[in-house]
């Protein structure tokens, strides 16, 4: 069996860090670990239950850096505010020298040494200390990079300084500058990181501290976390619903926008569930708690959206094998850059302040945060337009859909039928007690024709035993007397004399093989289906629908939505064979139990957040509204993310590519490929989260 952990790094300067975590973890047997660096998290699937999570922490700290398990409360972070602050101010006084005319040197040399002495060895001595674990655990990070150049510039000036060595120029200006530059980087890096977790934060602070419970000596405020299931909650107008449960008295328009994105406010009577974070918009209500803490809808959500926002997409692994191998390249540019600079200028200085410009600037922390940063920004963005991604993976595919396959009844339609005609075939069998017969045996089906039956139904209901449901044909059983009951479709049940033309469903009743009659169920298309249909289309996705209902009613909903291509009496199996039988990328949209086959036949599957537990576990994408219209959203999100992981690839290798051989032949000295150097990481972080600003075309927030 496979158990998974969450851990919360920290200690990371770059890709190659992450990399490197990897590996170490993953060189365990039994081991599969993802660690993602813009969301400082490593997510591990265990094979071998021996290995504990104990033990992959004190691993990862023998590495040099810092683990927790993700659910335990974080530790207050560092002030990085102050080591920067410093920096600046002791490297503020070397930077007068930059700009004068032909390095002129306007503080003495030992006041120079002063005040780059604690810049460089103790604001700086994070980088020796990540360099000295990266070289250890046999690999090279940004801290190799950073503590190789700064310390290559304050020795040649320690070293003319100390041997009085006057017609030499110092550079304690450049060592000093870049630490403090990269330092600036990093908590600028820092701070747009989060902005790109933000989704969590925010879902998180929409929960109430406390609520209001009913208890024999009256109304009393508890915590959320001292809640239980059962407990009886009363909550008021314009207040927050502090858990998951069923109105059990009042009534009252609750807003569940910030679940499923849908802003108009929905009406909760008794027996409606209700869920935690969403809002009383008026009226009051009683709650029985059904699922409080950590088992509500809203902390599976932010589950869901943490592990998808730490998992890696594929287009993610070109960066991941370049980061590997990045910085012992970069190493050996440098020693040929110094090499050629001697040659060429004769100086093993300028040779040297070449080279170190070269180890500076070519950091690979942009390309480490390019795709990292945009997935997590998109998959919290969808969050909170109620698309949930399973993962990176399902983001990225979603964006290459060509067909979309959907079923009928819940997708299309309302999922909302109506019984409209009941037709006996039996004289001693009345449409009542026909009913009754279909509703007695459809009480143990989660269809949504079952419930229209049921809803239908007037009489008291029959027991029933041995209970089976067919997925694609219908339900059986047995009454009291032995008899078996049949209810589905009429080629599984029961076929009418005359084959049904008009645009009903058929449920064909029978008995020990007899037919006894049918009835005729209608189910209205969704306002939103034939826009959402029409907006697929425009972005050049073909629609088709299947579905297992008679051909005049596949017809119909196919004309009203305009859908081009259906096909009716399908299978469950049917649905898989056909979209296995597509040579293109194929997406299916359902919300029953017989839609897992095809949902999980397809290569990115959509599963409407009302459907079954079934359906929702065996797709990538779970839509909170039941709307297809959701489904062109989460294709548009995803095709926008993609875009910005490859703009930020674009910007990542193009500033390498142009900055390394600027460096090396002169045209960038030490501190400008330091501010260049952080200025990259800031600005592939800041254009991830201008998705913060996209917008569904079809559902209002």
């Excluded at 800041?686 to 209002?700: K, M, T, V």
Aim: hydrophobic content about 50%; proline content about 4%; aromatic content about 4%.
């Amino acid at each position: 069996m496979t158990t998974e952990i969450q851990l919360r790094l920290g200690g990371m300067t770059c890709a190659a860090c992450a990399a490197r975590i990897e590996k170490i973890l993953n060189r365990q047997a039994g081991v599969a670990a993802e660690v993602n660096f813009a969301t400082e998290t490593a997510h591990i699937s265990r094979s071998d239950t021996t290995i504990t999570a104990e033990s992959l922490i004190a691993t990862i700290s023998r590495a040099g850096f810092t683990a927790e398990l993700a659910s335990t409360p974080a530790a207050a972070e560092k002030d990085e505010r102050w080591p920067l602050l410093i920096a600046a101010l002791l490297s503020l006084p070397l930077m007068a020298s930059m700009f004068s005319t032909d390095h002129a040197e306007l503080l003495p040399r030992w006041l120079q040494m002063l005040l780059a002495t604690p810049v460089q060895f103790i604001l700086g001595w994070r980088f020796y200390r990540g360099a000295f674990f990266a070289l250890k655990n046999g690999g090279a990070n940004m801290d190799v990079l950073v503590a190789l150049g700064t310390s290559m510039a304050y020795g040649l000036s320690a070293s003319v300084t100390l041997l009085g060595l006057h017609e030499q120029h110092v550079y304690f200006e450049a060592s000093a500058v870049i630490i403090t530059l990269v330092l600036a980087g990093k908590w600028l890096e820092s701070r747009a990181k989060k902005k790109t977790s933000g989704a969590i934060s925010e879902l998180l602070k929409l929960q109430p501290k406390t609520a209001r419970v009913e208890t024999a000596e009256g109304l009393i405020d508890v915590a959320i976390g001292q809640l239980k299931p059962g407990d009886i909650v009363i909550v008021r107008h314009g207040e927050v619903i502090p858990v998951d449960g069923v109105v059990i008295e009042g009534q009252a328009a609750v807003d569940e926008s910030m679940l499923t994105g849908e802003s108009l406010p929905v009406e909760k009577n008794i027996d409606s569930k209700v869920f935690a974070a969403t809002k009383n918009s008026s009226g009051m209500l009683k709650i029985r708690a059904s699922s409080v803490g950590s088992k509500t809808q809203l902390a599976e959500i932010v589950r869901l959206v943490a592990h998808a926002q730490g998992s890696k997409a594929p287009i993610q692994r070109l960066a991941d094998q370049i980061s590997g191998i990045f910085v012992p390249i970069v190493a050996a540019i440098a020693v040929l850059t110094f090499l050629g600079s001697f040659w060429y200028w004769d100086s093993a200085v300028t040779a040297l302040i070449h080279a170190v410009a070269v180890l500076v600037i070519a950091c690979p922390c942009a390309l480490g945060l390019a795709t990292p940063t945009a997935i997590s920004v998109g998959i919290g963005r969808a969050a909170k337009q109620g698309i949930l991604f399973r993962n990176a993976t399902a983001l990225e595919h979603a964006g290459k859909i060509e067909m979309l396959v959907v079923d009928k009844t819940g997708t299309l339609t309302t999922g909302q039928a109506k019984v409209v005609e009941i037709i006996s075939l039996q004289s001693d069998i009345s449409k009542d007690e026909l009913l009754q017969l279909a509703a007695s045996l459809e009480q143990g089906s989660e269809h949504p024709l079952a419930h229209a039956i049921l809803a239908a139904n007037t009489l008291p209901l029959l027991p029933v035993s041995d209970f089976v449901a067919v997925p694609g044909q219908g339900v059986m059983g047995k009454l009291g007397d032995g008899s078996e009951i049949k209810a589905g479709i009429p080629s599984w049940a029961g076929e009418m004399p005359e084959k049904n033309t008009q645009p009903y469903t058929l449920v064909s009743i029978a008995k020990n093989g007899l037919l006894l009659g049918q009835l005729a169920l209608a189910d209205t298309l969704r306002a939103s289906s034939a826009e959402a249909v029409k907006r697929l289309h425009k972005m050049g996705i073909e629609v088709v629908m299947l579905t297992g209902d008679q051909p005049a009613t596949a017809a119909a909903i196919a004309k009203a939505s305009g859908i081009r291509q259906h096909q009716a009496l399908m299978r469950p199996q049917d649905k898989a064979a056909f979209i296995q039988q597509q040579n293109k990328v194929v997406a299916m949209v359902g919300d029953g139990v017989n839609d897992a086959p095809a949902l999980a036949a397809a290569g990115v599957s959509f599963a409407m957040g009302a459907g079954s537990d079934v359906a929702i576990e065996a797709a990538d994408i779970t839509l909170l509204h039941n709307d297809l219209l959701a489904v062109s959203d989460a294709i548009a999100l995803s095709r926008a993310t993609i875009k910005k992981i490859r703009q930020n690839l674009f910007f990542a290798f193009f500033y390498n590519t142009l900055g390394i051989p600027m460096a090396a032949i002169g045209l960038l000295n030490p501190v400008l490929a330091g501010a260049a150097m952080a200025l990259s990481s800031v600005s592939v972080v800041s254009n991830s989260l201008l998705l913060r600003r996209w917008r569904s075309a079809g559902i209002s927030e």
